[in-house]
């Protein structure tokens, strides 16, 4: 039973994984996160005290032995608003944590180039959005090692707007 198991995750990861190689989108998780994350310049990949190691070293995860939660929203420029929210969670079988970033912009309007190369705007307004769902897991090997996992779901969307 527990072979079959193994072996039904095994097939899924791999058919979950196909549209990650397809490598047409930002990770978002790039991005520095957290106000100790960015006030360091995301060096943070050897300190896991917090939620948001996940984001540069899953496996440091593993270290950490109390519930953490994070959170992060700005809004840049008044229309570019950047959310994030996760926490990891210890057990004794590893690990585990969920997150969410979310990127938005509103208020955007098309343009064009007439052929004297002049820009024409458009009337009507379309807005972007990314976001990115991962969940993360991670087991200490020993007091100074841990292997982590982050599987990662992509999501992009234009809304709005028209062409002529």
């Known amino acids: 039973m527990r072979l079959n198991v193994i072996r039904a995750l095994t097939l899924t990861l791999c058919l979950v994984a196909g549209s990650a190689w397809a490598d047409n989108t930002f990770d978002l998780g ?3 996160l957290g106000a100790r994350n960015t006030g360091i310049g995301k060096a943070t990949t050897a300190y896991a005290t917090d939620s948001e190691t ?3 070293n899953v496996g ?3 270290l950490i032995s109390i519930p953490k939660l994070g959170y992060t929203y700005t809004s840049v420029l008044s ?3 950047y959310f994030q929210i996760g926490g990891v969670y210890p057990t004794d079988l590893g690990v585990f944590g969920l997150s969410f970033i979310g990127v938005n912009v509103g208020g955007s309007y098309s343009s064009s ?3 004297s190369g002049a820009i024409i705007a458009g009337s009507s307004e379309f807005g972007y959005g990314s976001s990115v769902l991962m969940a993360s897991y991670a087991k200490p090997i020993s007091t100074a090692l841990s292997l982590g996992l982050n599987l990662k779901y992509y999501s992009q969307s234009i809304s709005g707007g028209s062409t002529n």
Request: no cysteine; proline share 0%.
């Open 30 to 32: 790039e991005i520095a």
């Open 113 to 115: 180039l007439s052929s």
């Open 60 to 62: 440091s995860a593993g």
């Open 54 to 56: 996940v984001y540069s």
């Open 79 to 81: 229309d570019i608003g």
